[in-house]
């Protein structure tokens, strides 16, 4: 059997056993493999995971069946739960990182793996999967419920791309999770000010803003990468919207800045 | 093997660690001591690149710790045993941690027995008793078959029996020829197993050096007891002895009782009292690190 001592350098000192930046990038495999099995270890994630299907299978159901529309089909009322599946993922994105400061496995990830980088790659990866789950999960369920709430299926050539923005603003939302719970490092303070936020200021500040300032709110930006037909409306009303991928650009660009902030923020303060 | 120089670490106006410098052999325990507030904890984080030193580097037989290739299969670091989830396992725990470090999985098992938690690995630590953190945070250090232990307060919540595990645990590893390096605020426990003290005291270092230099250097003492202790104190002066003097005792360093008793009879002093102190290693570091302690008793 190979032990350790096989398997690795074990004289200090030699250029083989000093890190550089391209062993650093190979080790992102290793790192994601870590992330995944403190994800699919926990309890609390499965618990999520399957309270996530079981709202959304119960708001498709309930709307289906108390709906008097009768153009509104499975193949639109599966989005309508998703504003609330991408804040349940965004929750879970947060906890990714401040359950780790909470429970001191940070400092423990960082001494084992010095290049702070490399961490953060792992994490926004299984963000992203995580919010890719999350919304798979839910608009199957979603569509079971609806269908099951007596609608009919619907299903014509837009579900597909409706089903692919829809998983990129869940995804998305996780990662804008992640970013924040990297900055505000406290589970509590990050998720209420993540929703008061995104339910609260947007809805009740966006009114009064300009169409051009509400275009680049995150939330106001990143719902509008759903399409549930014609009746499905956003909290924000904009007169001229912009398109689908300019949109997208923009709440990406919102998760690109939280972790860019998050990770300066990782590298500056100390590792515990 | 490990080389400390010039560390230094300040938080605005308080400077936690100031240009600490030392050494720690292979094939020895060293232990850590001082008292609370000394910057024992803030060394080792640094030691780790967990903290950022304003000043200094730390190296590990001449390769800095953030410059280490596969860190955990050269360091074992326990800092703080409740470092873990308490909704975990502490199988999937050290699981986690071997993937990050790529340390095959086969080892996880290996350590859990090794540590005596192998028929609780799949308990949630949650569940587990300061003690059993302890052990899995030991076990957590010893994944990756690191040449050096850095300990942070180790036999914290150890019962007598842990106590004396973790001795002989550590004893074994650095015969074996590993380093040890172990902060203790327990300065008797640690003067039984360890080869080599760091003191520190406000974040400078006091002495670094064998537990035998140490304890020499801190001479024994002669205590008398006198009504006479005008005369006597005249007569140590005239012999150029320094003496600390309370109430009817006199007590003298550097000099034996053989001596005291030869003065007290060449100036006519009877001696009411006289006898040897030995001072213990505890008492030794207690000494040096009084006026460097932070928070003391009344």
């Known amino acids: 059997m190979t032990t350790i001592a096989d398997a690795l350098p074990t004289t200090i000192g030699t250029a083989s056993t000093t890190r550089t930046t391209s062993q650093d990038l190979r080790a992102v495999p290793a790192a994601l493999r870590s992330e995944w099995i403190k994800l699919t270890t926990l309890r609390t994630n499965k618990v999520m995971l399957a309270l996530t299907g079981a709202i959304t299978a119960l708001i498709a159901w309930a709307l289906a069946t108390s709906t008097k529309d009768p153009t509104l089909v499975a193949a639109e009322l599966f989005i309508y739960p998703l504003p609330l599946v991408a804040m349940l993922a965004a929750v879970t994105g947060i906890l990714m990182f401040t359950a780790e400061v909470q429970h001191g496995t940070l400092p423990v990830t960082l001494i084992t793996r010095p290049a702070r980088w490399v ?80 339910f609260v200021l947007e809805n009740l500040f966006a009114p009064a803003l300009p169409d051009g300032v509400v275009h680049f709110l995150p939330f106001s930006a990143g719902y509008r990468l759903l399409d549930a037909g014609p009746n499905f409306e956003a909290p924000v ?36 | 093997m490990i080389t400390v120089s010039g560390l230094t670490k300040q938080y605005g106006s308080r400077t936690a660690v100031k240009e600490l410098t030392f050494d720690v052999a292979a094939g020895r325990i060293t232990g850590f001591v001082g008292p609370n507030g000394a910057g024992k904890s803030t060394t080792l984080r640094m030691m780790v690149g967990l903290t ?29 045993p409740r470092s ?8 999937n725990h050290l699981r986690a941690m071997a993937a990050v470090s790529e340390i095959p999985a086969s080892r996880v098992e290996h350590v859990l027995a090794d540590v005596g938690l192998e028929t609780v690995m799949d308990q949630r630590a949650g569940g587990f008793s300061l003690g059993m953190r302890q052990r899995l945070a030991l076990a957590g250090a010893l994944l990756g078959d690191p040449q050096v232990l850095l300990l942070d307060e180790p036999s914290n919540g150890l019962d007598p029996d842990g106590i004396r595990w973790l001795r002989n645990h550590l004893t074994a590893f650095a015969a074996r020829g590993g380093t040890v390096f172990v902060s203790s605020h327990l300065i008797g426990e640690l003067s039984m197993f360890a080869d080599d003290l760091v003191v520190v005291g406000a974040g400078t270092l006091l002495v670094a050096d064998s537990v035998e230099a140490i304890t020499a250097r801190h001479s024994a003492a002669v205590v008398m007891e006198t009504t006479q202790t005008t005369e006597l104190l005249r007569a140590l002066a005239e012999h150029d002895l320094a003496a600390e003097h309370s109430d009817d005792r006199i007590t003298v360093r550097g000099a034996t009782k053989a001596q005291m008793a030869q003065l007290a009879l060449d100036h006519d002093i009877r001696l009411d009292g006289l006898h040897e102190q030995t001072p213990s290693l505890e008492d030794a570091l207690l000494e040096m690190t009084a006026a460097a302690a932070e928070f003391t008793t009344a």
């Open chain 1, 237 to 272: 009303q904009i007169t001229n919207e912009l398109s689908r991928p300019l949109y997208a650009a923009i709440f990406g660009g919102y998760a690109v800045i939280c972790l860019l902030i998050g990770t300066f923020l990782l590298y500056r303060r100390d590792g515990d």
């Open chain 1, 119 to 198: 961490t953060v790659t792992a994490k926004t990866i299984m963000a992203g999967a995580v919010g890719l789950t999350f919304g798979a999960v839910a608009m199957v369920v979603g569509f079971g419920g609806a269908a099951l709430g007596g609608v009919e299926l619907g299903i014509g050539s837009g579900l597909v791309t409706r089903a692919l923005w829809a998983l990129l603003y869940i995804s998305l939302a996780t990662i804008i999770g992640l970013g924040v719970g990297m900055i505000v490092r406290h589970g509590a303070g990050a998720i209420s000010g993540l929703l008061l936020w995104s």
């Open chain 2, 84 to 91: 873990m989830h308490p909704g975990r396992t502490a199988r």
């Open chain 2, 52 to 80: 950022r030193p304003d000043d200094g580097e730390v190296r590990y037989a001449g390769v800095r710790y953030t410059d280490l290739r596969h860190p955990a299969c050269v360091v074992g670091a326990v800092l703080d």
